[in-house]
């Protein structure tokens, strides 16, 4: 190690000079002070750049903490029983783990995660993090997913859960009730409110939430406070994309209500973060380059003295250059090895310690244990303005697990303790139970009128009740909306136009409704004109925090590009991922904000539930209600784009999220009965699903609703039959199932198989394969568990139980999605699909590659009338020939 004098001597300058520009530096702060001494090395810095000399760019600070001790100010709490309540929730968490284990050595839990964010944690439980009461919206606070056993642990001490749930901690199906292995609202509607276990989407949803609630304000649908978002991660958590995706977001719209909190105990589950280099100070450039608030809490107060002593900075310095790897080290060695790894490289440092015995040096405090420090940092996040915070802390992973944990790399799954570790566990935290009780690992909570539990509730009623806690507080809304949907139900009068037109229309129409006109979200990751939405940016204005401090160059056009303070669109740019962390927030306002937001996040079919269907899954967790819609959908209907765009999987992608009802409807009218009935059920009813809804860019004439009341619960059903055959008569039959655009193809076909071939066929709208395959198996799972009542029958197979004929089906989707019925249809089901990778080229072209269009169809309609011997291969022969259909064509599948 070279001191700073060292360095200037080398570079030729006398360092007495360096000391008087130090002492001048120094004087203007005091006397002038912080903004004065700021401006002054702005002014050097310009001057230098001018002349040549420009410092090189460094994004760090120095490897200390931000707020020097000065700074520190006095920590309000009672450290001495915020100590114990804090051991007592680190023996509570750690013994439901190591219980859980014992029951079933499959089932555990994670105890290390916790052991390090404890402090964290709890510095925001009793100071900081607010409630949501009648007068204040609360905060809103990400709580690291895989240290839930600590969030648990808190929630006992403070009689929200009892000892028989935290006993049931990962066995859920317990009959007197679990807990969730991690934080799933879902699961735990009254206690989680948001998931965080799948990395990175909760500190791309903890951005886009501070977003929203702004959104909110800016747009005066809820009061402005100073509610904070706050969102704790791991340091491991940061290598996910999203986790610093969207960080300059968050800088530049001034989000100063969001605080990150990264947990850097600089290991992950593996190894360490970054052994060969050091994450605090890759993500402080990271953030500080994205414009960021900063503040690193690396030491606790034990080496506040080392550091006065270190005039030289040579300590600093040596900190400075350790790698992680070595630091992890230093947590699991001796004093000698820490006197002799950190001060021995210097005499001057060695001297610095030489009265400091090695236990103390062993045991020396790093910054995220400490209360006073992470304290410090809390408040001085809160009080902070004009840009988002993050809150890098050092902490030791498995802190306090000695030498079963502590520091080490297995410590992430770790689960089993002896009862030596346990002895020791219990004796350095003072845990009061005996020696005999340990083998048991009971779980201890102090009388109710104990000093703690007294100051935790104390504390907690100070800052407006329990977290986390979910309730939902929105109203339901009460109007039916008829009127808005009612012109879409009358066709288009033979104006041809696309199913994406016809929803933009009646988007236009909520948005001018004078009860959900204002709640309605409109999201798109920068595709609005590619739906034909841009007619939206004059009527309701895209939202910007700024307002517009331009002209824009269209603005002499009637759709021109309106950003407004209190615009309503959400243009995201490009990050679906983004747009769908909106979604999220919008789509669970009604408990966060107990306001109905109705989000339309309209997407680029290919790049939703393809690309982001993590959040899509998270937000389903999370009871979000909404709408999806994917655009520009389907594998034939979206053409000349080709492999990477023309979606023909989001259907079967959609089957798996349990409250995610999938539409694929080809009429206006069809897209108005879902709308209508999404709205009714989610915010009049307060059903905690949402909609995904294909819509297409095809155009053509929307034809009027059929009369009758089975059309209306046909299409939300999943299918119904929308052309009858006019032909009687005929013994040849068929039904043929249609969906989206392809439905015309089936409407062509009939035609084909009618005129030329003497078959009659009824076509059907199937609106969604989804919904039909989970009432045929919901059915089929009452009649097993019912086995001598009446069986039940599925409504797909109550819709063709008279329904004569050979069955086909066409899908712009893979095959498997007509399948999915094949075992509740009378008979044999033909399906026709997409399967393989798109290609660009017209839609003719495309159906035909695919074998979609009404000539396969009808082809497949004629095969299955020959398998049941009704015509004579002959008759399909010629059928080929006079379609014109390839026999040896490629196979959409294989190449
Ligand atoms: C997307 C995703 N990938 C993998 C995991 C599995 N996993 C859970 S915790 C963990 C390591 C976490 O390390 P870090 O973020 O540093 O948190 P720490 O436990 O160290 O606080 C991993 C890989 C996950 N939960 N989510
Ligand atoms: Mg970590």
């Not at 996040?601 to 899509?616: A, E, T, V």
């Not at 259907?651 to 009965?673: G, K, R």
């Not at 392809?742 to 078959?759: D, F, N, S, W």
Request: proline content about 5%; aromatic content about 10%; glycine content about 8%.
């Amino acid at each position: 190690m070279t001191d700073n004098s060292g360095v200037a001597r080398v570079m030729g300058i006398d360092p007495q000079e360096i000391q008087e520009w130090i002492e001048s530096f120094d004087a203007v702060l005091k006397e002038e002070g912080q903004e004065a001494a700021t401006v002054l090395l702005d002014r050097l810095r310009s001057r230098a750049q001018k002349l040549g000399a420009g410092p090189a760019f460094t994004a760090n600070t120095p490897y200390v903490n931000t707020i020097p001790v000065e700074k520190q100010g006095v920590f309000p709490g009672d450290q001495e029983i915020e100590r114990r309540i804090k051991s007592l929730i680190r023996w509570n968490a750690l013994a439901m783990v190591v219980r859980a284990n014992r029951v079933d050595h499959s089932i555990g839990g994670h105890i290390s995660t916790y052991a390090s964010a404890a402090t964290l944690f709890e510095i925001g439980f009793n100071h900081f993090f607010r409630g949501r009461t009648d007068e204040f919206e609360g905060d809103t606070v990400y709580l690291q997913g895989h240290a839930s056993p600590g969030v648990y642990s808190r929630a006992f001490l403070e009689g929200r859960l009892s000892a028989k749930q935290l006993e049931n901690f990962r066995r859920e199906l317990r009959p007197d009730g679990g807990l969730t292995s991690y934080p799933h609202p879902w699961l735990m509607p009254d206690f989680w409110e948001y998931p965080t276990v799948s990395m990175g989407l909760s500190p791309l949803m903890a951005i886009y939430q501070a977003r929203f609630n702004r959104y909110l304000e800016d747009r005066a649908i809820k009061p402005k406070t100073n509610a904070k978002v706050w969102a704790f991660l791991g340091d491991g958590e940061t290598d996910e994309p999203e986790t610093l995706g969207a960080i300059t977001l968050a800088s530049r719209e001034n989000l100063d209500n969001l605080i990150f909190v990264i947990n850097c105990n600089l290991q992950r589950l593996d190894g360490p973060v970054r052994g060969n280099g050091k994450i605090v100070q890759e993500l402080e450039a990271a953030f500080r380059g994205a414009g960021w608030n900063v503040i690193k809490v690396l030491w606790g107060s034990d080496w506040d003295p080392l550091f006065e002593r270190d005039v030289d900075g040579l300590l600093v310095k040596g900190l400075g250059e350790m790698v992680d790897g070595e630091a992890q080290k230093l947590v699991v060695e001796s004093g000698a090895y820490v006197r002799q790894h950190v001060f021995g490289t210097d005499p001057r440092l060695l001297k610095m310690v030489e009265n400091v015995p090695d236990e103390a040096l062993r045991t020396l405090r790093v910054g995220g244990h400490d209360p006073r420090k992470v304290y410090a940092a809390y408040k001085s996040a809160v009080e902070h303005t004009g840009s988002p915070t993050v809150v890098l802390a050092r902490t030791i992973k498995g802190y306090g697990l000695g030498e079963s944990g502590e520091g080490r790399n297995i410590t992430h799954q770790q689960k089993k303790l002896n009862e030596e570790e346990l002895r020791e566990f219990r004796s350095r935290f003072g845990i009061p139970i005996n020696d005999e009780q340990l083998a048991d690992t009971p779980f201890y909570r102090p009388s109710e009128d104990s000093r703690e539990i007294q100051y935790l509730r104390a504390r907690r009623q100070e800052l407006g009740g329990y977290v986390p806690s979910r309730k939902v507080r929105s109203k339901p809304l009460v109007a039916d909306h008829d009127a808005l949907f009612r012109e879409f139900l009358t066709g288009s009068d033979g104006r041809e136009v696309s199913t994406t037109m016809a929803f933009v229309g009646m988007l236009r129409q909520m948005l001018r409704d004078p009860e959900i006109g204002k709640l309605v979200v409109p999201i798109v990751p920068d595709e609005a004109r590619t739906f034909g939405m841009e007619s939206l940016f004059r009527q309701v204005g895209i939202y910007s925090s700024r307002g517009q401090l331009y002209e824009p160059v269209d603005q002499h056009t009637l759709l021109y590009y309106k950003e407004a303070k209190d615009g309503q669109i959400l243009e995201e740019g490009i990050t679906e991922a983004g747009s769908m962390a909106s979604f999220i927030a919008a789509g669970s306002a009604y408990a966060t904000h107990g306001i109905n937001t109705i989000p339309f996040f309209i997407y680029y079919s290919m790049f939703g539930l393809q690309r982001i269907s993590d959040f899509i899954w998270a937000a389903a967790d999370m009871r979000c209600r909404g709408f999806l819609l994917g655009g520009t959908a389907g594998r034939t209907t979206l053409a000349g784009e080709g492999l990477q765009h023309q979606d023909g999987n989001s259907h079967i992608l959609a089957l798996p999220i349990p409250t995610l009802w999938a539409y694929d409807p080809a009429f206006a009218y069809e897209i108005a009965v879902i709308i209508q009935e999404g709205i009714r059920r989610m915010y009049k009813d307060g059903e905690s699903i949402f909609y995904y809804i294909t819509v297409m860019n095809e155009a053509y004439a929307m034809p009027s609703m059929p009369p009758g009341p089975e059309i209306r619960e046909g299409i939300l059903k999943g299918m119904y039959k929308y052309r009858a055959s006019e032909n009687k008569k005929s013994k040849l039959r068929a039904q043929i199932f249609g969906s989206g655009a392809i439905l015309r193809e089936a409407l062509k076909a009939q035609e084909l198989l009618e005129e030329k071939y003497g078959v009659a066929a009824d076509v059907w709208s199937v609106t969604s394969y989804k919904a039909l395959y989970n009432d045929g198996i919901n059915t089929e799972r009452w009649n097993l568990l019912h086995p001598a009542e009446k069986p039940r029958v599925p409504y797909v197979s109550q819709c063709l139980r008279d329904a004569p004929g050979v069955l086909v089906a066409a899908t712009d989707y893979l095959k498997a999605l007509p399948n999915l019925v094949s075992k509740w249809v009378p008979r044999r089901l033909a399906a026709l699909g997409t399967d393989g990778f798109g290609r660009s080229d017209g839609r003719e072209a495309l159906r035909n590659f695919f074998e979609v269009d009404s000539r396969f169809i009808t082809l497949a309609t004629l095969h299955e009338l020959l398998q049941d011997g009704k015509i004579e291969a002959t008759v399909v022969e010629k059928a080929i020939q006079d379609l014109g259909i390839d026999t040896e064509k490629a196979n959409p599948l294989l190449t």
